[in-house]
Nanobody, 116 residues
Framework: QVQLVESRGGLVQPGGSLRVSCTTSGFTFENYAMRWYRQAAGKEREYIAYISSARDITNYGDSVRGRFTISADNAKNTVYLQMNSLRPEDTAVYYC?????????WGQGTQVTVSS
C-alpha cells in the first residue's frame, strides 16, 4: 500500500524559511521520481518541484525557482522541500506526489502560511 505522509507545515514570517518533508512507504522509493505541488485557497493545484528517480535532475515551477530546493534521501524514503525567502503568496497546502504505473499518489497535504 503506497503511502505518502507530509510533515507538519506551519506559520512563517515573510522572508523566512521552512522545510517540509514527505515520508513514503509501500513502494521502492529510489526507483521513482517525486514531485511537490501546492494549492492555495480558491486556486488550482500548482506544480512546484520535481526530482528524478536517479536524484540527479531537478526542476522547478517559475514561481519558486531560485527560492525552493527539492531533495531526497533514499535511505529514509523521504523527499524534502526547502523553502527560503518565503512570501505571503506562498501560502498554500503543499502536497507530495509520485506516479507509479500510471497512477498518481498524493500525500494528505500540509498547510504552510506566510504572514506577519
Amino acid at each position: 500500500q503506497v503511502q505518502l505522509v507530509e510533515s507538519r507545515g506551519g506559520l512563517v514570517q515573510p522572508g523566512g524559511s521552512l522545510r517540509v518533508s514527505c515520508t513514503t512507504s509501500g513502494f521502492t522509493f529510489e526507483n521513482y521520481a517525486m514531485r511537490w505541488y501546492r494549492q492555495a485557497a480558491g486556486k488550482e493545484r500548482e506544480y512546484i518541484a520535481y526530482i528524478s528517480s536517479a536524484r540527479d535532475i531537478t526542476n522547478y515551477g517559475d514561481s519558486v525557482r531560485g527560492r525552493f530546493t527539492i531533495s531526497a534521501d533514499n535511505a529514509k524514503n523521504t523527499v524534502y522541500l526547502q523553502m527560503n525567502s518565503l512570501r505571503p503568496e506562498d501560502t498554500a497546502v503543499y502536497y507530495c506526489n509520485t506516479l507509479i504505473r500510471g497512477r498518481d499518489y498524493w500525500g494528505q497535504g500540509t498547510q504552510v502560511t506566510v504572514s506577519s
